[in-house]
């Protein structure tokens, strides 16, 4: 297992598209969480899943955003009708739990949503 | 309030010296864990170092070390003896033990001149 990945790597939508992205975590991580980076700040937390389980979510995420990981393996988060502020790049991390409290979080490469 | 804050959007170290990046957080819980990221150009998010807080002693991790002073609520990450390839993004996070999320900084532009 090679890391954290995620597809696509660069998405170019037009406004009041859907889109897709996926995020396929570390085998053994039961924690998967996703990100957003607008140019000039930190990643800002949109939702986080413990297995199956979506325990998170940030008032970010508006009601056109929705995430899922049925199997608590991989994930997608969906953007329906984007708009032009949606336009980001999308992190997804993952990480184990328990232990002495480190579990530090272990980063995809993130997708580039460009929305015109 | 913000959770993390770094007040130093671009800092510029000349190659083999020390830098220190500085960090300074907000919490009420008592228990939570601070990280450092390093972001390269290329975007992908790289774990540097974790401090705990009720770790006695700072973390080290080879060129890396995270002067934490509790009582300031600072985390300054320290880069020595600094390289090309350390020039990057670099973001300061915290989770508390209460909550499951991740908060990060607004990140620091390091420049290394050799």
């Known amino acids: 297992d090679t890391g954290v990945s995620q597809d696509p790597r660069h998405k170019i939508t037009k406004r009041g598209q859907n889109v897709t992205f996926r995020c396929d975590p570390i085998s053994e991580h039961n924690r998967l969480y996703w990100y957003r980076q607008t140019l000039g700040q930190g990643p800002e937390f949109l939702t986080y899943f413990q297995n199956e389980a979506q325990l998170e979510k940030s008032r970010l995420l508006s009601d056109r955003f929705s995430a899922e990981r049925p199997k608590g393996s991989f994930s997608t988060l969906e953007i329906q009708r984007t708009e032009q502020g949606d336009s980001a790049m999308y992190l997804c991390?993952?990480?184990?739990?328990?232990?002495?409290?480190?579990?530090?979080?272990?980063f995809g490469p993130g997708t580039r949503l460009t929305v015109l | 309030a913000q959770k993390i804050t770094q007040t130093q959007p671009g800092m510029f170290v000349q190659e083999k010296e020390a830098v220190t990046l500085d960090c300074t957080y907000d919490?009420?819980?008592?228990?939570?864990?601070l990280f450092w990221y390093k972001q390269p150009s290329s975007g992908e998010m790289i774990f540097l170092i974790y401090?705990?807080?009720?770790?006695?002693q700072n973390a080290t991790e080879g060129r890396y070390s995270l002067n934490f002073q509790k009582a300031r609520k600072s985390a300054n990450l320290v880069i020595s003896a600094s390289q090309l390839g350390d020039s990057a993004m670099y973001f300061c996070?915290?989770?508390?033990?209460?909550?499951?999320?991740?908060?990060f900084g607004t990140g620091t532009s390091l420049t290394v001149i050799p």
């Open positions: 991390a993952s990480s184990t739990s328990g232990g002495r409290g480190t579990n530090e979080q272990f």
């Open positions: 996070a915290m989770r508390e033990k209460a909550g499951n999320q991740f908060y």
């Open positions: 401090q705990g807080s009720y770790d006695q």
């Open positions: 919490t009420s819980d008592p228990s939570y864990g």
